[in-house]
């Protein structure tokens, strides 16, 4: 039952409920007419009718928020998208510290939201909208709040987006790497097999390092792609990215008698130290060790420069090895499986400027072909 009062000058309500076996009062002042704390009010037996907790929007939104991610979020995708939560509970203890759930209404939410957009891309500013939104939405579902503050939230943020950097190497420069690294191939070196084995196949970092012995066979010319290698979080086998990098692919002869001298080296070195390749592991050293990205990247830098051509980093061996097929003709669709992408537009999108040069040049040479019809010959000659 809800008795309305006048205090101060200003209309003020208070409500009676029963909590759990306890009676509580909700109380709250403010209103300029005693009809308006009527109908706020009554908005609250409403609520109270409903089974509404209204104790439980007073809890503080970024505890609400902590509880939520370990209870329905934490550890149940990727490491990755565990950190992408995380990073959104800071700003959230960043902008609204101390704040009750109940207490933060849409104004004060974009408001929020508007300033981490002056320093920050779309991407960014939307990937924290999307959880805290799910957290909200979870305080709604469980009778804790009833509007939604992210409701229609603008997200568009005030920094270009940074485009991953395309690089990669020339064919000729590619020939001229791969001419350098085999002069000194040894295991204790084995930066130097993924380089190789990066431009053979285009695999990403995290494939080659996951790939095991018995997804090669040197019979058929192939490797599989079947698992990762997580060297960011578990430092254990993980998924592929998606489905479509699940594959098998063709390497050429000369990788396949590389990668058996390779495999021969690390048996004769377990048989004279009894160091076990516990994992099968095809790419670790002569101490049966997996090397870092930062140790691969090193090791190509030292060689672009002795070779005074472009610095390029392990992931741009997959950006060289999708340039030279496109350069070499190579179909798109065979192109864009063999990298393991997910849809073609992907590859379409990723290389376009790529296509689009060699679109140039397949013009040039239309237009060569059909001027040739003309000059081959004596004009008006039957």
């Known amino acids: 039952m809800a008795s309305i009062s006048k205090r101060n000058g200003m209309w003020q309500y208070r409500v009676s409920y029963k909590d759990g076996g306890k009676y509580r009062n909700k109380t709250k002042g403010g209103f300029s007419t005693k009809r308006e704390a009527q109908i706020a009010a009554a908005v609250i037996e409403n609520l109270v009718g409903r089974g509404a907790k209204l104790k439980a929007g007073d809890q503080i939104f970024t505890d609400y928020f902590q509880w939520w991610y370990e209870t329905y979020r934490k550890g149940k995708k990727s490491p990755e998208n565990d950190r992408d939560v995380e990073r959104a509970i800071k700003f959230a203890k960043k902008m609204f510290n101390g704040m009750a759930i109940k207490d933060i209404d849409k104004g004060t939410y974009q408001n929020a939201l508007n300033i981490y957009a002056k320093n920050h891309s779309t991407s960014s ?69 993924i380089i190789l084995f990066g431009l053979a196949t285009g695999c990403r970092f995290s494939e080659i390092l996951g790939m095991t012995w018995d997804c090669i066979n040197f019979k058929k010319h192939t490797a599989r792609v079947n698992k990762t290698w997580d060297y960011q979080d578990t430092n254990d086998f993980g998924d592929t990215k998606n489905d479509a990098s699940m594959r098998v692919i063709s390497i050429d002869g000369k990788t396949c008698e590389i990668l058996e001298q390779l495999k021969a080296a690390q048996t004769n070195k377990a048989v004279e130290t009894g160091l076990r390749n516990i994992h099968n592991l095809c790419f670790v050293n002569d101490k049966m060790e997996l090397v870092s990205n930062n140790a691969v990247n090193k090791c190509l830098k030292s060689l672009c420069a002795k070779l005074g051509i472009q610095e390029i980093t392990c992931h741009s061996l997959r950006h060289t090895h999708a340039s030279m097929l496109l350069y070499k003709g190579i179909n798109i669709k065979y192109i864009s499986r063999r990298l393991g992408h997910k849809s073609i537009i992907t590859t379409l999108d990723t290389y376009s400027h790529i296509i689009d040069e060699l679109q140039q040049v397949g013009n040039e040479q239309t237009m060569a072909a059909l001027n040739s019809l003309y000059f081959s010959r004596k004009i008006g000659a039957k």
């Open 125 to 193: 500013v939307r990937k924290h909208h999307i959880y805290m939104r799910a957290c909200f939405r979870e305080a709604i579902e469980e009778d804790i709040i009833f509007k939604d503050p992210t409701f229609n939230a603008v997200t568009i943020g005030k920094v270009k987006e940074k485009k991953e950097s395309l690089k990669y190497i020339n064919y000729s420069d590619e020939l001229r790497l791969v001419a350098e690294i085999v002069k000194d191939l040894r295991p204790r070196y084995i930066s130097r097999y």
